[in-house]
């Protein structure tokens, strides 16, 4: 059952983002000073301009895993925690934009993309613009890395809860590696296989996005294991439900709200949960059509047209949402059943129902 224990009430979500947005500012402006010479502001500058963008879903949840374990300790710390996180992310996904060749991201140009045009904007060559954009955005992945593990090991821990919370980190950035690498060699290859799909999303999302940052938070306010695998039965369903929306999203979503194209992962060939269930069900001439189609870097709207129609006709798009529900209602049962403070429970479940019920 829900502990009843009295305590901080949770900081509200906007708290949360404008305190974690503060931090970063900051550090990015003291980074900014100490800068050699401007070639560094040059990549600083694409930086803030994913740090401004964004949920900050993984920073939210961080808190809110600190304010689980009984919110012990100062929130000062937890807050700057969350702000490495952000950083870890912008290194995600400016590495995975570069891998996916991906044009856009929170509807601005990709960081590559952004480069490439910032440097023939300062004189160079317009022959070598994509070669340094790719080169340049992968140098900004490197620096948000290195500067996420900064802010983190100067957040105010005491050496025993940084030791507490180093090895979570650990498994979060070698898991998002591992479903990187799973996502990388499963595209292109239209499959029926849902499980390996499953799988990419566990440990490239579900992990990642959700239960790893409410380890950390948790083990920065010094949690109990049975914290810890509350945080886990909670945060794998709800993250694969968030994953399989995305899916969703990046199909059937409208660009306008998602800030993303719905072409990329049909032109990229992603072997999501929703291709895997539309190739085991289609019919040998639907079949046909998706291996002519996905996969196609010159994929326009009317083909792309006819794969929307096999993923509804096959059912696969009303099983993933299927899927998304029951998973999200495992999420909220378990956390009708974690040891944390109800002020905690109230904001996790509006999260859990805001990310699976999402239009963007």
């Keep these: 059952m829900t502990n009843t224990r009295p305590g901080t009430s949770p900081p509200g979500l906007l708290s949360v983002r404008h305190q974690v947005g503060a931090v970063l500012t900051g550090f990015l402006d003291a980074k900014d000073l100490a800068a050699p010479g401007t070639e560094l502001l040059y990549l600083t500058s694409t930086l803030r301009g994913f740090l401004t963008s964004g949920k900050r879903l993984r920073s939210v949840l961080c808190v809110y895993g600190w304010q689980a374990a009984g919110g012990d300790g100062e929130m000062a710390a937890a807050i700057r925690a969350a702000a490495s996180l952000e950083l870890f992310q ?4 400016v590495h995975d ?5 991906s044009d856009v991201r929170r509807g601005q140009p990709s960081a590559h993309r952004a480069l490439a045009a910032a440097y023939t904007d300062r004189g160079g060559p317009r022959g070598r613009a994509a070669a340094h954009g790719l080169g340049a955005a992968v140098l900004l992945g490197d620096l948000a890395l290195v500067w996420s593990d900064e802010l983190l090991h100067t957040a105010g821990l005491d050496p025993s809860r940084l030791a507490q919370v180093m090895p979570l980190v650990a498994d979060m950035r070698s898991e998002l590696m591992y479903g990187q690498l799973l996502d990388l060699q499963s595209t292109g290859r239209l499959t029926g296989d849902v499980e390996t ?3 990419v999303i566990r440990y490239k999302t579900a992990k990642y996005t959700v239960e790893r940052p409410l380890h950390i938070g948790a083990a920065v306010g010094g949690a109990a294991p ?4 509350a945080c886990t039965a909670f945060g794998i369903p709800l993250g694969e439900a968030f994953q399989l929306r995305d899916d969703l999203l990046g199909v059937f979503g409208d660009p306008a709200e998602t800030g993303k194209s719905v072409l990329d992962d049909l032109r990229e060939g992603k072997a999501t949960v929703l291709m895997g269930l539309a190739f085991q069900r289609a019919s040998p001439a ?10 196609r870097s010159d994929l326009d709207d009317d ?4 794969v929307r129609t096999i993923l509804e006709s096959t059912g696969a798009r009303q099983t993933v949402e299927e899927m998304i529900t029951e ?8 956390l009708d059943e974690a040891p944390f403070p109800e002020v905690t429970t109230a904001e996790l479940r509006q999260i859990a129902l805001a990310a699976t019920d999402r239009q963007t």
Excluded: K, N, P, S
Aim: hydrophobic share 50%; net charge negative; charged share 35%.
């Design 197 to 199: 799909a499953l799988h």
């Design 90 to 93: 912008v290194f995600a996904l």
């Design 303 to 306: 083909r792309a047209a006819e």
């Design 327 to 334: 998973r999200r209602d495992a999420a909220l049962t378990a």
């Design 97 to 101: 934009d570069v891998m996916d060749d």
């Design 286 to 295: 639907q079949r046909e059509t998706l291996r002519d189609l996905v996969g």
């Design 226 to 229: 049975r914290v810890l695998d």
